[in-house]
């Protein structure tokens, strides 16, 4: 369960190969000897603490990490998606950054933000092409905001924004979609609602890769998982790696993991004695 | 009255000059505005003046050599802070300001041609050549198609630099085609503003129009007309109140600046809201983006 194992979707296709990777910034490695294999078709999230690598194992894929050792690697070619499709070179990938990152001060529109997904090809000209802009239009409905194709991206909601980068990573037609803490900063319903739009975009043959602290919501939604410190402590299904030993190990701390059912709880232990010294006190109150 | 001084051909040569001079700076401002880097402008303009004196003592032609000192400084400062623990800011400090003591030192060495760069430092508008006239002209015209082609492609460099390669934006040769402008630009802009004050006539017209709009097209050509304008009527005022044409320029864009921040206070409006943010931001980290 430590490495190169089969994705859990079923799909035996690699689409990216980490061979003993190392890798990191300034001659600083952030990652060492990972070896893993990513799977057409594949609903991944990489779970682990601040500075354990996962942003980092998502600028390896887009080179944009320094190499150490070994390599990562896209398969030579992809199977075509859709009947009458010609095969497809590999490695089109789509990436939306954690929206922290990003200059809400940038006077763009939602619209212009999608259009920057085409920049390098839809011609010299500063407009889109019609069929781009159908394209665009389109893909704007299909993720529910096509309303405000025309606001400044600073006055959506936070799950528009995220949809709004979205867009601009889809608008390429992806093989794989990453994406840094998709989850981040949102509520519960706007969690729950990015996580089914990108079950979804996975049930229509794009390989999704995210990266989140939100281990609750991933147990519920995503079917394989790889916990990560510096080095992959496990991969599998929440079923098997939320188990408070692997994840003590990936968080270096001691972790409650409860099972009801299908339903998998996951809290540190420090939090969950203090939410059950709060109840305490509440019941006595 | 307005019309007396078209009488002289150095004024007309100097009133083309400063509009279009105007309207470039506000141009690439936009994007200097935008990348948080206005001190690169100021930092940049410091540089170009080491190759226009060296470009001199060297017999080369001046937009030839300074040109050349200026895209090569630009590209040096893009690649030494992109090492790590050597910041952007430091970065263009060390190269332009070595680059400007270069010019210091060729003139103290050769004293007999000091009076020759004034015009750089502090600019001279009446003293505009056909030639320099010509260079406006084409510098305007090449930041003109250069934007228009590249229109894609920098507003996504400028935006999110590291995505936009991962898009396959050629973001390395989208960044030195900029530091040519960019380059470009100060060595037009030199002899009508002056090395001092370059750097204000490119932020102000940015920052005028991120205040009035939220529209990146549109604080294009506002901040374009905004520059321009001020070139005009600080010309004129230059002429009528004779003082340095320069000065007049950069003030005239200070009070345009202090009206339209005024305005937008008044009015409470969002765009103004986010404009005062950047400007904020700006002052943070003066010399981030695409150099960091």
Not at chain 1, 123 to 136: A, M
Not at chain 1, 153 to 176: E, T, V
Not at chain 2, 57 to 65: E, I, K, P, Q, R
Not at chain 2, 70 to 80: K, P, Q, R, Y
Request: proline letters at 3%; glycine letters at 12%.
């Amino acid at each position: 369960m430590t490495a190169a194992t089969s994705g859990g979707s079923g799909a035996e296709q690699p689409l990216v190969q980490f061979e003993d990777l190392a890798c990191g910034y300034g001659g600083r490695a952030v990652l060492d000897r990972i070896s893993l294999r990513l799977y057409v078709g594949q609903f991944a999230g990489i779970v682990g603490p601040s500075g354990s690598g996962k942003t980092t194992l998502l600028r390896a894929i887009l080179g944009q990490a320094e190499v150490y050792g070994g390599a990562v690697r896209f398969v030579d070619q992809l199977p075509p998606r859709g009947r009458g499709s010609a095969r497809r070179r590999p490695g089109r990938v789509g990436y939306v950054p954690q929206l922290e990152t990003v200059d809400w001060t940038f006077p763009v529109t939602v619209q212009q933000v999608v259009s920057m997904g085409l920049a390098a090809e839809s011609g010299p000209w500063p407009w889109l092409g019609r069929e781009d802009q159908r394209r665009l239009g389109a893909l704007l409905d299909r993720l529910g905001i096509g309303d405000c194709a025309r606001q400044h991206i600073r006055d959506l909601s936070g799950g528009q924004q995220q949809r709004a980068f979205l867009a601009r990573a889809l608008i390429r037609q992806p093989d794989l979609l990453l994406l840094d803490e998709p989850t981040s900063g949102a509520d519960i319903k706007t969690r729950h609602e990015i996580l089914h739009l990108l079950a979804d975009l996975n049930a229509e043959g794009i390989t999704v890769l995210l990266t989140t602290h939100d281990l609750n919501s991933v147990a519920a939604h995503l079917p394989w998982i790889i916990c990560l410190n510096g080095r992959i402590v496990a991969q599998g299904s929440p079923d098997d790696v939320f188990t408070s030993e692997i994840l003590g190990r990936t968080y270096g701390a001691e972790m409650v993991v409860v099972r009801e059912g299908d339903l998998i709880l996951v809290s540190d232990k420090l939090a969950a004695t203090r939410s059950t010294e709060a109840a305490t006190v509440a019941r006595g109150a | 009255m307005l019309l007396e001084p078209l009488r002289y051909d150095f004024f007309v040569r100097g009133l083309i000059a400063a509009t279009l001079v105007g309207g470039l700076c506000g141009l690439v401002g936009v994007y200097i505005v935008l990348r948080r880097m206005s001190y690169i402008g100021h930092g940049l303009s410091h540089a170009v003046f080491g190759g226009a004196v060296t470009s001199y003592v060297m017999h080369l032609n001046f937009y030839v050599g300074a040109g050349l000192w200026g895209f090569v400084s630009a590209l040096l400062i893009h690649a030494l802070s992109r090492r790590r623990g050597i910041g952007a800011d430091a970065a263009i400090g060390i190269i332009t300001t070595a680059s400007f003591a270069v010019g210091v030192a060729l003139i103290s060495r050769y004293r007999r041609f000091t009076r020759n760069f004034e015009a750089s430092l502090f600019g001279n508008i009446l003293g505009v050549t056909d030639q320099d006239l010509a260079v406006v002209v084409a510098v305007s015209t090449g930041a003109v198609v250069l934007i228009f082609f590249l229109y894609k492609s920098l507003l996504f460099t400028t935006f999110d630099p590291e995505v936009a390669s991962v898009y396959g934006v050629p973001s390395g040769r989208v960044e030195a085609l900029f530091a040519l402008l960019l380059a470009a630009t100060i060595i037009a802009s030199m002899q009508v503003l002056g090395v001092t004050l370059i750097a204000a006539a490119i932020v102000i017209p940015a920052i005028v129009a991120r205040l009035l709009t939220d529209s990146f097209s549109t604080m294009l050509w506002l901040s374009t007309l905004v520059g321009s304008l001020c070139g005009l009527v600080g010309i004129y005022l230059s002429y009528f109140l004779d003082i340095s044409s320069g000065a007049t320029i950069v003030l005239v864009s200070a009070g345009v600046f202090a009206v339209a921040l005024g305005v937008t206070t008044f009015r409470g409006q969002s765009g103004g809201r986010a404009a005062r943010r950047t400007i904020a931001a700006g002052r943070t980290r003066t010399t981030a983006g695409p150099f960091d």
